[in-house]
T-cell receptor, first 109, second 113 residues
Framework: EDQVTQSPEALRLQEGESSSLNCSYT??????LFWYRQDPGKGPEFLFT???AGEEKEKERLKATLTKKESFLHITAPKPEDSATYLC??????????FGKGTSLLVTP | KAGVTQTPRYLIKTRGQQVTLSCSPI?????VSWYQQTPGQGLQFLFE???????NKGNFPGRFSGRQFSNSRSEMNVSTLELGDSALYLC????????????FGPGTRLTVL
């Protein structure tokens, strides 16, 4: 059965304290690994898509990487405005996203 | 470029009623997917439509249905509402190709009393 697991469930960082979020997946025939950010009461905001092991993408303080079994979202020198829930999703059919439960990130000043 | 819009944003219904939610995708996008988000289960895929055809369906009962119109707008319907249907219903649009980068709307918050 296809499964996406994110860890940790919650993470509290001091401003400027870099860290990584993990997304493990068991999906047959992975077509894409997606990262989203979700703020309370809002829909998920698209961040990155990764398609093959070894691929990396960056956006401001965020960098996403992909291996054959995991993806990492690295957050460098986070700011309080980076506080949100980060969601990882995997796609095999190309039409449905299988989401993890998310990591709730809190960055304190 | 306008994003995905969903109406209404909030709904309160009672058990046994039915509800229809609407989604307008990003201009030029032909695929619309629907997801249910709850604190316990997270985001779960309901179904996906492309050019008015359902291409994929998640593991939800038949009370959940949807359709897509020729202008790519989509509606989903839930009949015989149950308390457990209370959730945030999210619509996502994409071009519909295999890259499948999906962009989400703000959601409709459904409360069933």
């Amino acid at each position: 059965e296809d499964q996406v697991t994110q860890s940790p469930e919650a993470l509290r960082l001091q401003e400027g304290e870099s860290s990584s979020l993990n997304c493990s997946y068991t999906v047959s025939g992975l077509r894409g690994l997606f990262w989203y950010r979700q703020d309370p009461g809002k829909g998920p905001e698209f961040l990155f898509t990764l398609y093959s092991a070894g691929e990396e993408k960056e956006k401001e303080r965020l960098k996403a990487t992909l291996t054959k079994k995991e993806s990492f979202l690295h957050i460098t020198a986070p700011k309080p405005e980076d506080s949100a829930t980060y969601l990882c999703a995997a796609s095999n059919s190309g039409y449905a996203l299988n989401f993890g439960k998310g990591t709730s990130l809190l960055v304190t000043p | 470029k306008a994003g995905v819009t969903q109406t209404p944003r909030y709904l309160i219904k009672t058990r046994g009623q039915q509800v229809t939610l609407s989604c307008s995708p990003i201009s030029g996008h032909r695929s619309v997917s629907w997801y249910q988000q709850t604190p316990g289960q997270g985001l779960q895929f309901l179904f996906e439509y492309f050019s008015e055809t359902q291409r994929n369906k998640g593991n939800f009962p038949g009370r959940f249905s949807g359709r897509q119109f020729s202008n790519s707008r989509s509606e989903m319907n839930v009949s015989t509402l149950e308390l457990g249907d209370s959730a945030l219903y999210l619509c996502a649009s994409s071009k519909g190709d295999q890259d499948n980068e999906q962009f989400f709307g703000p959601g409709t918050r459904l409360t069933v009393l």
